[in-house]
């Protein structure tokens, strides 16, 4: 029986157990992307990622901790050049005030020139904020990977004609609207992520459980064997990573 386990994006940082999170990892050869919310985050963890051959950890900003943190702003722009990975990074209007969304427009402005001509991988979070992330994307010359879109189609399908990856985790093909976007996507796009903690059955214990459920909501989608979605998968994983080398 063919396996592939993968998580795009996962936050291992927010579990208290997070070197035995890793070691779980490493045990089921699942080929992770640990995105961090802080430049600080990164450079505390990047350590005991190390020597971990199924974990890549990330390089992020989250929006939602932009306007509070903006004096990492220099350590980010510092180690940029560190890894191919940047994550979790993009923008968030949800219930924001004008001056935290102007902070937000400004950093994620400045991430992607620092990204630009890097070839780098970004995993960019756009919760209210779908038309502006491409806006600013529009130029960007490195591979974006959308994590749990949930923007409308139109949208969507301008993400698609660019070529953008897309993560998408088990509490997505819970909902109709969520199905509906997994549908539009083109199968050679998804990549599968857990969002870890943050979604349903992680909050407590990670587990990579969440890759069966989606295999099996997309072989049936699909109308093909659960063996050759995740050959699918794996496929498209390496061509993600074969685009930023």
Same mark, same amino acid.
């Given at each position: 029986?063919?396996?592939?386990?993968?998580?795009?994006?996962?936050?291992?940082?927010?579990?208290?157990?997070?070197?035995?999170?890793?070691?779980? /990892?490493?045990?089921?050869? #699942?080929?992770?992307?640990?995105?961090?919310?802080?430049?600080?985050?990164?450079?505390?963890?990047?350590? !005991?990622?190390?020597?971990? =051959?199924?974990?890549?950890?990330?390089?992020?900003?989250?929006?939602?901790?932009?306007?509070?943190?903006?004096?990492?702003?220099?350590?980010?722009? =510092?180690? /940029?050049?560190?890894?191919?990975?940047?994550?979790?990074?993009?923008?968030?209007?949800?219930?924001?005030?004008?001056?935290?969304?102007?902070?937000? !427009? $400004?950093?994620?402005?400045?991430?992607?020139? +620092?990204?630009?001509?890097? @070839?780098?991988?970004? #995993?960019?979070?756009?919760?209210?904020?779908? %038309?502006?992330?491409?806006?600013?994307?529009?130029?960007?010359?490195?591979?974006?990977?959308?994590? +749990?879109?949930?923007?409308?189609?139109? $949208?969507?399908?301008?993400? !698609?004609?660019?070529?953008?990856?897309?993560?998408?985790?088990?509490?997505?093909?819970?909902?109709?609207?969520?199905?509906? !976007?997994?549908? @539009?996507?083109?199968?050679?796009?998804?990549?599968? =992520?857990?969002?870890?903690?943050?979604?349903?059955?992680?909050?407590? @214990?990670?587990?990579?459980?969440?890759? =069966?459920?989606?295999?099996?909501?997309?072989?049936?989608?699909?109308?093909?064997?659960?063996?050759?979605?995740? %050959? @699918?998968? %794996?496929?498209?994983?390496?061509?993600?990573?074969?685009? #930023?080398?």
């Amino acid at each position: 029986m063919f396996e592939f386990n993968m998580d795009a994006h996962m936050h291992f940082d927010l579990y208290d157990n997070r070197e035995q999170v890793l070691q779980y /990892v490493k045990n089921h050869k #699942s080929y992770t992307i640990a995105v961090t919310n802080l430049p600080q985050l990164f450079k505390r963890y990047r350590n !005991i990622c190390e020597g971990n =051959e199924y974990v890549q950890l990330a390089l992020g900003f989250h929006p939602e901790l932009v306007y509070e943190y903006k004096s990492q702003e220099r350590l980010f722009s =510092e180690l /940029v050049h560190e890894t191919r990975y940047i994550g979790e990074v993009g923008l968030d209007f949800a219930k924001k005030s004008k001056e935290d969304i102007d902070a937000q !427009i $400004e950093m994620f402005t400045k991430i992607i020139s +620092w990204c630009t001509g890097k @070839r780098k991988i970004l #995993s960019v979070h756009s919760r209210s904020a779908v %038309k502006k992330v491409l806006d600013l994307l529009e130029d960007f010359d490195g591979v974006v990977m959308l994590h +749990w879109y949930s923007g409308g189609i139109a $949208e969507l399908d301008r993400a !698609i004609s660019r070529g953008y990856y897309f993560s998408v985790n088990h509490q997505m093909v819970q909902s109709a609207n969520g199905r509906k !976007i997994i549908e @539009r996507i083109p199968v050679e796009k998804i990549l599968l =992520e857990s969002d870890a903690p943050f979604t349903k059955g992680l909050k407590d @214990r990670y587990s990579i459980a969440f890759n =069966e459920e989606l295999y099996s909501y997309l072989s049936q989608h699909y109308h093909q064997d659960t063996e050759v979605v995740k %050959k @699918r998968i %794996k496929a498209n994983f390496a061509a993600l990573l074969k685009k #930023s080398k």
